[in-house]
């Protein structure tokens, strides 16, 4: 069965300290690992997308890598403001099908 | 703005009354996808379209709901006879066509059903 799990649930820093959040996954006809950040009560916003292992992307404190496994998305000198909950999915496409699978988030916390 | 967006933002009705959504995609988007969000949970797999046809639908979608795209444009999401565990974010996102590329989502409507 095709599946995503993030670890951990939630993760409180103190400003400053760097971090990973782990996604492991096991998904038929991967072809693409994304990373969303959503804040309470609104829509997941888009960061990154990873295709093959190997494969690293960064924005501003963020930097999402693959392996053919798991992603890490690291998060270096964190702020306040980057807390919310960040959610890891992939897309199992072909054929019919064409969704993306997701964690069940972990949810950030940075405190000043 | 140029983004998704959904309507309305947030929906209280009673128990066994008929709600419908809205959802508006990016212009340039062909596909369309419904997802549904509970609290502490990651967002879940409705339904997708591409351009007017509906491709796939989730066994989460029971016959209580039905989602349309006539045109291939915007979409609606009803659900009829609603019940108190349909309670849930309910979220909208579309994409191009071509393969991999990213999905992007609107702000969701909040449901509550008492």
């Known amino acids: 069965e095709d599946q995503v799990t993030q670890s951990p649930e939630a993760l409180r820093l103190q400003e400053g300290e760097s971090s990973s959040l782990n996604c492991s996954y096991t998904v038929s006809g991967l072809r693409g690992l994304f990373w969303y950040r959503q804040d309470p009560g609104k829509g997941p916003e888009f960061l990154f997308t990873l295709y093959s292992a190997g494969e690293e992307k960064e924005k501003e404190r963020l930097k999402a890598t693959l392996t053919k496994k798991e992603s890490f998305l690291h998060i270096t000198a964190p702020k306040p403001e980057d807390s919310a909950t960040y959610l890891c999915a992939a897309l199992n496409y072909g054929g019919a099908t064409n969704k993306l699978i997701f964690g069940t988030g972990t949810l950030l916390a940075v405190q000043p | ?114």
């Open chain 2, 1 to 114: 703005d140029t983004g998704v967006s959904q309507d309305p933002r947030h929906k209280i009705t009673k128990r066994g009354q008929n709600v419908t959504f809205r959802c508006d995609p990016i212009s340039e988007h062909n596909r369309l996808y419904w997802y549904r969000q509970t609290l502490g949970q990651g967002p879940e797999f409705l339904t997708y379209f591409q351009n007017e046809a509906q491709l796939e639908k989730s066994r989460l979608l029971s016959d209580r709901f039905s989602a349309e795209r006539p045109k291939g444009s915007f979409s609606t999401l009803e659900i009829q006879r609603t019940e108190q565990g349909d309670s849930a974010m309910y979220l909208c996102a579309s994409s191009f066509r071509q393969g991999n590329t990213e999905a992007f989502f609107g702000q969701g409507t909040r449901l509550t059903v008492v």
